[in-house]
Each structure stands twice: as structure tokens, then as C-alpha cells.
């Protein structure tokens, strides 16, 4: 098997490992014993006889490109008319530059897979592939049921959930000199090989994603593809149905943004729905539960938040984590001046970042122009009692009033610290929904909550303790902790 293979077949069939070609080998071999065409020669397979093995994993026009993608793989590069079938030199030189090539070779079959022409593409064929392999990532991974507890969830109207991911992945690629597509008027602009490179480095989710269709669809090199860092595992406490605001899409592009340690599990600490509409219980199921995700929907529909990199604490200042000559520093919003004042425990860092999902997905990091990263304060009288990320009082990139289920988005023209646009409909906006997940391994809070008094085995007493302004005498006792 595999010896009357080309120079060119064998040359790409060393990238994989003897035991991954002899899979693909297998696979070769059960498509082309799949006799539909008697114009097919014996050592090649027909477009029918890949919709007949894949079946319903795949959708059927991203089964065709994959297999316009094989079969116009020049092997001779003497640039000849494209096969009418696929054979085994052109599925193994596909698969080797789909699943392990670099940026040109993945853009190589990428564009066979967009048109049958060799001139460059128009920038609406791109558009449209990305939204056929968007839409085949979800598909795939529902029929495998391989959701891990996410949905598919379908916008209040256009654009689909599909075509948002789609419009963010497509608006990371540049045009020749650097242009981007701003508008429809542009996407009869024309993408050449460099350009369809440049993107597939540039979005390293167009790489993933294929790899997905491939391993999933196909059920080839399945253990090659670790899901766990792409689709988090998704735990919810509560027996009572619960629909999240989030869909396996967005999920998949904000898990992204976090570090390899924190994308494996999301664990829901607080809902509106399941917990009620009130600020005390927000306080009490989030505090000191590690780096987490906070989403909310307002009431025109738009789905947006923010991660924060660390627990959350009630405290009248902003939560940083940097430290200035050996101490550590924090801004009081009466002042909006830096101080000094030596606090045990300061949290909040540039990995925090603010985030829209719905109608348009986007991450927003930090800027290093402050460090307003995360504030959380209730029962004060003369400074703001809410939550928020960036920006400042009265002008957060991000806030929840007390009065639950109100808030603020300001940004004229960004929010300073995380060079966010309004993330809201309106400025000042209602919410109908409100969730915070925490991200990654929960030992990272049982480990924090093991180094608190007994009051913190109820979070929300410990809460509802702060509110009132009562002190914790066991505060002093705790050991100080270690810095990293």
C-alpha cells in the first residue's frame, strides 16, 4: 500500500508519523472502495463516495469544498485542468497541509477549496467560506455530540451567531497595503495567495477550524485534536433547565483569549435567572472565586462583559495587582490620584479585558494607560457603589449599579483603560440577563477558600458582613500571602 506513489505524494507523507499515515491510509482505502463513478480509476474516490462515508457529520457544500480542495491539488505544478476525482498523492498532500503545514500551505489548499480559478479570489468568496466553516464547526460538533454542555443558540435576528464569528474572523484579514474591508463595497476587492497567508496567520481560528472539520467530520487522527482547550466543559450546579446567554461560538472565541490553564472548565456561579435580580447576591456568589466571566444582556439584545483576571473583592478602590517600591498601589475614586496604602490582598491585572458577543464579537485589552481594572463597593456613601471594569466614576467601560439591572457603558471615543467602543445599545442601559462563569480548574478556589475565615464558607454573608460595614476580627489572624 502506498508504493506506486509519486515523488510529490511521498515527499508531504513524511510529515506524518508512521502509525498517523497508515490511519489515513485506511481511511484512503475505504473511500475508494466506495465505487460510485465507473469513470473514477481504482486508486481514487469520487465526491459521492465522500458524501456517503461522511454522511450527515458534515454539511454538504463544506463536504464539496473539502473535496474541490484534494482534487485541484496540482501534484505536477505544470498548473493542469483539476482531476475528476481525488487520489491518494492528492488526499494525503491535502490533509498533510491542512492538519500540519504552515500558513502557505494551508492557504495553498484554502483557496482551491474557495474557487476553481487561478487568479486571486473576490473577498465575498472569502467571506462566504468562512461562514460555510463556521457553520460546519458547530455542526460537526453537535452531530458528534461534542458540545459539552453548550447549545446552539440563534441571534434575535441577523446577523446569526454563525455569521458574527464569521464577520470577526474575515475582518482579520488585510488587504494589499494594509486595508481592511470596511464595507460591502469592498468585498469585490480581489485576495491573493499572500493575502489569503497573511490571514490564516493572522486568525489562527480559520487554521483550527479546519482541523475540526477534518478530525470530527471525517473521524481521522482523532486524538491529535484536543477539544478540552476549544470547547470548555460547561458545569452548572443548579438541577433546574438553564439557558445560558452564551452559545458554543461564543464561548469558543472568548475561551480563547484566556490563558491554557483557565479555557478547560467554566463553572456558572451566578445567574439572574437561577439567583434573582439583586446586587447582594451578585456579591456573594462571586467574591473570592477566582479569575472569572461576567456577561450581561441588555434590553435591546446586545450581548456583552468582561474577564477578570482575579477574584473578585468588595473594596472601595479599583483592585490592581501591581506593586510601586515594594508596596502595592490602588486609585480612590474621591481623588482619582495614585496613593500609597499598603493592602494585603490587591487584585485585578492587564489580563483583564472588556468583550462584546452580540451583534458583533470583539475583545478590548488593556491599554497600560491606568490601571482601572476591576472595582466592586457596596454600602459607601459618598463613592460609587457597583461593579465595574475601566474608565472611571461615572464613566466606566463597563458598570453595574447597585440598582440591579441598570448600568453604563460610556467610551467618547474609548474607554481609557481597555480601548473599548460603548458595548451597550444606549449609554446608560437596562439589563434582562446577567451571568459570571469562572474559568479554568476550580482547585484554584477551593485553594483560596481554604486560607479564609469561617465566615467565607458563605460567601454571601461575608457579603452581606462587608455591606454593612461591620468589621471581621479574624482578618488580622490570616497569614499574609506569599507573593509570587
Not at 58 to 63: A, G, K, T
Not at 89 to 110: A, D, P, R, Y
Not at 138 to 152: A, D, F, I, K
Amino acid at each position: 500500500m502506498g508504493n506506486s506513489r509519486s515523488q510529490s505524494g511521498q515527499k508531504f507523507c513524511s510529515r506524518f508519523l508512521p502509525e498517523e499515515q497508515a490511519e489515513i491510509d485506511r481511511l484512503f482505502d475505504a473511500l475508494s472502495s466506495e465505487m460510485h463513478s465507473p469513470s473514477t480509476s481504482p486508486r481514487s474516490f469520487s465526491l459521492k463516495a465522500l458524501k456517503s462515508h461522511i454522511g450527515e457529520a458534515l454539511p454538504p457544500e463544506m463536504v464539496t469544498r473539502l473535496y474541490d480542495g484534494m482534487r485541484r491539488v496540482d501534484l505536477t505544478g505544470k498548473a493542469m485542468r483539476p482531476s475528476d476525482s481525488v487520489s491518494q498523492e492528492q488526499f494525503t498532500v491535502s490533509m498533510s497541509h491542512l492538519l500540519k503545514g504552515n500558513s502557505e500551505e494551508k492557504s495553498l489548499v484554502i483557496l482551491k477549496m474557495i474557487s476553481a480559478t487561478e487568479c486571486p479570489v473576490k473577498a465575498r468568496e472569502v467571506q462566504k467560506f468562512t461562514e460555510d466553516l463556521v457553520g460546519s464547526v458547530v455542526h460537526v460538533l453537535n452531530y458528534r455530540q461534542e458540545l459539552r454542555g453548550w447549545t446552539q443558540k440563534r441571534g434575535p435576528g441577523p446577523p446569526s451567531r454563525v455569521q458574527v464569528l464569521a464577520a470577526q474572523l474575515f475582518s482579520e484579514m488585510d488587504l494589499r497595503g494594509g486595508e481592511k474591508i470596511l464595507g460591502p463595497q469592498q468585498l469585490d476587492c480581489e485576495c491573493d495567495r499572500a493575502t489569503i497567508e497573511d490571514w490564516v496567520f493572522r486568525a489562527p481560528h480559520v487554521a483550527t477550524f479546519l482541523s475540526v472539520v477534518i478530525h470530527r467530520g471525517f473521524l481521522l487522527l482523532r486524538s491529535s485534536l484536543d477539544l478540552t482547550t476549544l470547547v470548555p466543559e460547561c458545569h452548572v450546579d443548579q438541577e433546574r433547565v438553564f439557558e445560558s446567554i452564551l452559545d458554543v461560538l461564543s464561548v469558543i472565541y472568548i475561551n480563547s483569549h484566556l490563558r491554557r490553564e483557565q479555557q478547560g472548565r467554566w463553572h456558572l456561579l451566578f445567574s439572574s435567572e437561577l439567583h434573582g435580580h439583586s446586587f447582594a447576591q451578585l456579591c456573594g456568589h462571586i467574591t473570592h472565586r477566582g479569575p472569572c466571566v461576567l456577561l450581561l444582556e441588555d434590553h435591546d439584545g446586545q450581548v456583552f462583559g468582561g474577564f477578570a483576571s482575579c477574584s473578585w473583592e468588595v473594596r472601595p478602590q479599583f483592585q490592581v495587582s501591581r506593586g510601586m517600591n515594594g508596596g502595592m498601589t490602588s486609585c480612590c475614586l474621591q481623588c482619582w490620584r495614585p496613593c500609597f496604602r499598603a493592602r494585603r490582598i490587591l487584585t485585578g491585572d492587564d489580563a483583564c479585558f472588556l468583550f462584546s458577543i452580540y451583534p458583533r464579537m470583539a475583545v478590548y485589552t488593556s491599554t497600560g494607560y491606568n490601571d482601572h481594572y476591576m472595582y466592586l463597593n457596596h454600602g459607601q456613601q459618598t463613592i460609587p457603589n457597583g461593579l465595574g471594569m475601566g474608565g472611571q466614576h461615572g464613566y466606566f467601560g463597563l458598570w453595574i449599579d447597585v440598582d440591579f439591572g441598570k448600568g453604563h457603558s460610556k467610551a467618547k471615543p474609548k474607554c481609557t483603560t481597555y480601548n473599548s467602543p460603548q458595548l451597550s445599545a444606549q449609554e446608560n442601559f437596562g439589563f434582562k440577563k446577567m451571568e459570571v462563569w469562572a474559568v479554568g480548574d476550580s482547585s484554584g478556589s477551593q485553594q483560596a477558600k481554604s486560607s479564609k475565615s469561617i465566615l467565607d464558607v458563605d460567601p454571601e454573608a461575608q457579603a452581606l458582613l462587608e455591606i454593612s460595614g461591620r468589621s471581621r476580627h479574624s482578618e488580622g489572624l490570616r497569614d499574609v500571602p506569599e507573593e509570587e
